[in-house]
């Protein structure tokens, strides 16, 4: 539409996927000494924008995350 001072005006739909970025540091701090159970139930509380996360523990007997934050690795996949 254009008004008569000769300005358009138009109405716009955007529709994508917003996400809100995950600060590596924050995510570490908190999954730091937590058992996989407590790591999924934080994830779906605190980080809702993950919506798939997968798990690696090694050696296989680890039942929780180190202390120790450097000792972690996270790699992020997004689609």
């Known amino acids: ?3 008569q001072a000769g300005n358009m005006v138009a109405d716009f739909k955007v529709k994508g996927r917003v996400y809100d970025e ?3 540091d924050l995510f570490l701090l908190k ?4 058992k996989k159970e407590q790591i ?3 994830i779906k509380e605190d980080f809702p924008q993950i919506k798939n996360i997968e ?3 090694s ?3 680890i039942k929780k995350a180190p202390s120790n934050i450097e000792k ?3 790699d992020w996949v997004l689609n």
């Not at 999954?31 to 937590?34: C, L, T």
């Open 55 to 57: 798990f690696k523990f």
């Open 72 to 74: 972690i690795k996270l």
């Open 31 to 34: 999954i730091k000494n937590k």
């Open 22 to 24: 995950v600060q590596s």
């Open 1 to 3: 539409t254009i008004t």
């Open 59 to 61: 050696p296989f007997w």
């Open 40 to 42: 999924e139930k934080l």
